[in-house]
T-cell receptor
Framework: EAQVTQNPRYLITVTGKKLTVTCSQN?????MSWYRQDPGLGLRQIYY???????DKGDVPEGYKVSRKEKRNFPLILESPSPNQTSLYFC?????FGTGGSPLHFGNGTRLTVT | AQTVTQSQPEMSVQEAETVTLSCTYDTSESDYYLFWYKQPPSRQMILVIR??????QNATENRFSVNFQKAAKSFSLKISDSQLGDAAMYFC??????????FGTGTRLQVTL
């Protein structure tokens, strides 16, 4: 089944403790991206990747890192989480993006709480 | 920068009735795409419908249709014959030349018996 798999689904951590949220897609998509969803703000892009070894900042990249060493994987790293990073996170992928208008396929989300 | 505005934080519709969710956007681009995504309580993001800006014909998907007014920069979603399973948060989204989707703040739709 074609899908974007995110893990974990829920995560509770403490301030400053490094964590990684994994994301994997099995559709051979070129484009992958991370979003965070906050009430009243919709979804905002954190980072994106157009291809392997190519990543770029989105609208809210501060406090996050990503890597794209393989086409299928795009982990999100919080090296020193803070309470303002408590949010719902989504990984998404697309065959081509931007001018192609190919729709995004989303993972099921990771609810992160930082205390 | 492009912006997407959903001015209705919450809407309610009776089962079997029709409801329209509003969305406006601001852009200087001529080539772009618009989307409606549905987010049920399971929080999964589900694509409902897609519209290419260069197409004048409004997109439809079964009970879902859009009213795309390019000059007015308006992109509303009409849900006909509403069902209990339509209850969800609905997000309008835009993409043009930038490598991202720009989302609105969402409209929560309640479906009542």
């Amino acid at each position: 089944e074609a899908q974007v798999t995110q893990n974990p689904r829920y995560l509770i951590t403490v301030t400053g403790k490094k964590l990684t949220v994994t994301c994997s897609q099995n559709m051979n998509h070129e484009y992958m991206s991370w979003y965070r969803q906050d009430p009243g703000l919709g979804l905002r892009q954190i980072y994106y990747s157009m291809n392997v070894e190519v990543t770029d900042k989105g609208d809210v990249p501060e406090g996050y890192k990503v890597s794209r060493k393989e086409k299928r994987n795009f982990p999100l790293i919080l090296e020193s989480p803070s309470p303002n990073q408590t949010s719902l996170y989504f990984c998404a992928s697309s065959k081509f993006f931007g001018t192609g208008g190919s729709p995004l396929h989303f993972g099921n989300g990771t609810r992160l709480t930082v205390t | 920068a492009q912006t997407v505005t959903q001015s209705q934080p919450e809407m309610s519709v009776q089962e079997a009735e029709t409801v329209t969710l509003s969305c406006t956007y601001d852009t200087s681009e001529s080539d772009y795409y618009l989307f409606w995504y549905k987010q049920p309580p399971s929080r999964q993001m589900i694509l409902v419908i897609r519209q290419e800006a260069y197409k004048q014909q409004n997109a439809t998907e079964n009970r879902f249709s859009v009213n795309f007014q390019k000059a007015a920069k308006s992109f509303s979603l009409k849900i006909s014959d509403s069902q209990l399973g339509d209850a969800a948060m609905y997000f309008c989204a835009y993409t043009g030349t930038a490598s991202k989707l720009t989302f609105g703040t969402g409209t929560r739709l309640q479906v009542t018996l």
